[in-house]
């Protein structure tokens, strides 16, 4: 009778270990970030809501991936990603891009990555969107994200020479 009810026990205990893997592999999953991407500093505000459900499903022909962090879209595996709620950047010389009312300045890439980096001008909370080297419409991956950002309110703009 002893050993029936030890195997009984060592079987719960089996059991409930892998129940408890099991949530944790669940839980993971859940929170990935999908390519990598960690949400942002204010991801999580009432504007990057906002600007989340308007992150468009294909992004450079690449559809978007499924992640649960807060104000982060990403698409074709990284190769396209935003993160809403970075900080806003600060007046600079930097090369900035109008595009259908939403400005956009040029960051350099960290070192060794093969990748474009833009953020918002003048919307707080701040998007920036990373654009694989490899994707060569810029202009259009811009487009699409300008019309998610628009949810923010604009209260500067960038300049140009013309304005100076």
Known sequence: ??????????????????LLVGCVLVWRTANSTGGGVEA?????????????????????GQRRDDN??????V?????????CGVEPPAPTTDACVSVDGVDWVWRPAKSGEDRRVLVTYGR??????AI?????ATDD??????RAVRAIPRHARCIGDDDV
Do not use: F, I, N
């Open 1 to 18: 009778m002893k050993g029936v009810v030890r195997d009984r026990r060592v079987r719960g205990a089996v059991v409930l270990g892998l």
């Open 75 to 83: 698409w074709g595996g990284g190769t396209v990603t935003a993160r």
């Open 141 to 146: 991956v811009l487009v699409e994200m300008s």
């Open 124 to 129: 707080d909370p701040a998007v920036e969107v």
């Open 68 to 73: 649960s962090q807060p104000g982060v879209g």
């Open 132 to 136: 694989s080297d490899r994707v060569g």
């Open 40 to 60: 942002a500093a204010h991801g999580g505000t009432a504007q990057c809501a906002r600007v989340v459900r308007g992150y468009a499903d294909s992004l450079a």
